[in-house]
């Protein structure tokens, strides 16, 4: 059984860094394609980031970029996702998501079709 457990979220103040992590059980991240997602308030679940089942490449919304930073600890089966200058706008519940089945090693996959597995949420609140 698959298990994807997020933490890390909390309530800062804007311009704030936060570190959220994504912990796997049951399989291992190597070679399989790791994603965030997002739902604020009122609004449906967006993709905010991914990594590559190579583990050597990221692909970010623009609305995050040169903001956030996806790595993926293979050791610790942990991805994580460092979210930095953090804006009100950035609140919301924080996704991880697993994509097991075959996947080419460079394509980045964005939409939720794309993953088979994702953890409870966790909760990131940014104030003005």
């Known amino acids: 059984q698959v298990q994807l457990v997020e933490s890390g979220g909390g309530l800062v103040q804007a311009g704030d860094s936060l570190r959220i992590s994504c912990a796997a059980s049951g399989r291992t991240f190597t070679s399989y394609a790791t994603a965030w997602f997002r739902r604020a308030p009122g609004k449906e679940r967006q993709f905010v980031a991914t990594?590559?089942?190579?583990?050597?490449?990221?692909y970010y919304i623009d609305d995050v970029k040169g903001r956030f930073t996806l790595s993926r600890a293979t050791s610790r089966n942990t991805v994580y996702l460092q979210m930095n200058s953090l804006k009100p706008e950035d609140t919301a519940v924080y996704y991880c998501?697993?994509?097991?089945?075959?996947?080419?090693?460079?394509?980045?996959?964005?939409?939720?079709?794309?993953?088979?597995?994702w953890g409870q949420g966790t909760q990131v609140t940014v104030s003005s």
């Open positions: 990594i590559n089942a190579s583990g050597g490449d990221t």
């Open positions: 998501a697993a994509r097991w089945r075959y996947s080419t090693y460079t394509t980045f996959y964005t939409t939720e079709d794309d993953y088979d597995y």
